[in-house]
Nanobody, 123 residues
Framework: QVQLVESGGGLVQAGDSLRLSCVASGRTVSIYVMGWFRQDPGKEREFVASISQNGDSTLYADSVNGRFTISRDNAENTVYLQMNSLKQEDTAVYSC????????????????WGKGTQVTVSS
């Protein structure tokens, strides 16, 4: 079992930056692919980014590519999402997830989920 807890969300203005953190406990996170997803009320959960177990490979949604950066510190059991040049359409609850398959953007490819942290971007 893996428990995931996100932090770092908040209310910011368009153009600002935020860094989200996801701390894992239980089994070591280094054996898992880690991903970030987001969901707005009434919408489907959307893939944001993922990172391979050793951090060598990353994958991004087109909507955030070039603005967001995913990284991980396996020694600290922590995954980060640096979000720059935030836009109103980035407003959502952001959740991190742990899974075993890197090349999937589907939430069904992930086994463990955090409860999420709210990011709100105002104009």
């Amino acid at each position: 079992q893996v428990q995931l807890v996100e932090s770092g969300g908040g209310l910011v203005q368009a153009g600002d930056s935020l860094r989200l953190s996801c701390v894992a406990s239980g089994r070591t996170v280094s054996i898992y692919v880690m991903g970030w997803f987001r969901q707005d009320p009434g919408k489907e959960r959307e893939f944001v980014a993922s990172i391979s177990q050793n951090g060598d490979s990353t994958l991004y949604a087109d909507s955030v590519n070039g603005r967001f950066t995913i990284s991980r510190d396996n020694a600290e059991n922590t995954v980060y999402l640096q979000m720059n040049s935030l836009k109103q359409e980035d407003t959502a609850v952001y959740s991190c997830a742990a899974g075993r398959y890197f090349n999937t953007r589907s939430p069904y490819g992930y086994d463990y989920w955090g409860k999420g942290t709210q990011v709100t971007v105002s104009s």
